[in-house]
């Protein structure tokens, strides 16, 4: 899954993000610098844990 968009402000700043069905892996760039990434071989692309007390 990719999609685009472009902020509202003074640089026109276009995010895009992108996400691998298949592997998990997910990677958000800001006008081409990469922003935020994460691995498919991070558990934390597949599984997510909330823990709560009791």
């Known amino acids: ?28 760039k800001a006008n081409g610098q990469v922003v935020y990434k994460l691995s498919a071989l991070n558990p934390s692309a597949h599984f997510s844990i909330a823990l709560t007390r009791v």
């Open 1 to 28: 899954m990719e999609f685009t968009c472009v902020l509202p402000d003074q640089e026109g700043t276009i995010i895009r993000f992108y996400r691998n069905s298949f592997l998990g892996s997910v990677s958000i």
